[in-house]
Structures are given as structure tokens and as C-alpha cells.
């Protein structure tokens, strides 16, 4: 059983910045793929970032050019860099992995942007 365990998110102003990290109990070399999802209230989950085995990358049309995945093999960790944030970013964020039998969430961290 694989666990994931998230940290970083906190409450931000507006335009601010926040760094989310979602760490792996073991390699994360193994995963297909790693990826950032969001929950806000009273809305389905919906992806934000992923990053593949091939550290290929791909983000969600709202977050382009604002928000960076990357992952850190030697500390099986990965990142979500959130930069100029907005009030509707606020919602838990979830960290996921794929290999070709599971699939694995994280518990989620609070992302709340507000002035």
C-alpha cells in the first residue's frame, strides 16, 4: 500500500504564492504518472496538473502559465507551485498516483485565496 502526504496549503492573498508537496512512501519513479487534483465545494474534482514517468506535463486550462508540477526522485516528492493565485483556486487539493493496477490519493490540503 502506497501513501501520499500532502503539505503546504495554507490561506493566501490573493496574488500570492503557495508551494504544495505531496510525498510518496516509496519510489515515485514507479508511478505512470503523478498528478494535483482540486476539490472546491459543491463541485466535482477536477485535474490541475500531472507529470508522467517521462516527466511529461500537462495542466488544466485555468492554471496554465501559473502553476508548475515537478517532482524530486531522490526524495520521492512531488511539487505544485502556485503562483498569482486567485480566490477561485480555493479548494482541497489532492495529490494522486497511477501504476497499472491502482490508484492512489493523498488526504488532501486546504488551499483557501482570500483577502
Known amino acids: 500500500q502506497v501513501q501520499l502526504v500532502e503539505s503546504g496549503g495554507g490561506l493566501v492573498q490573493p496574488g500570492g504564492s503557495l508551494r504544495l508537496s505531496c510525498a510518496a512512501s516509496?519510489?515515485?519513479?514507479?508511478?505512470?504518472?503523478m498528478g494535483w487534483y482540486r476539490q472546491a465545494p459543491e463541485k466535482q474534482r477536477e485535474l490541475v496538473a500531472i507529470?508522467?514517468?517521462?516527466?511529461?506535463?500537462n495542466y488544466a486550462d485555468s492554471v496554465k502559465g501559473r502553476f508548475v508540477i515537478s517532482r524530486d526522485i531522490a526524495k520521492n516528492t512531488v511539487y505544485l507551485q502556485m503562483n498569482s493565485l486567485k480566490p477561485e483556486d480555493t479548494a482541497v487539493y489532492y495529490c494522486?498516483?497511477?501504476?497499472?493496477?491502482?490508484?492512489?490519493w493523498g488526504q488532501g490540503t486546504q488551499v483557501t485565496v482570500s483577502s
Open positions: 494522486n498516483a497511477v501504476e497499472i493496477r491502482a490508484t492512489y
Open positions: 507529470i508522467t514517468s517521462h516527466a511529461v506535463t
Open positions: 516509496r519510489s515515485i519513479f514507479s508511478f505512470n504518472a
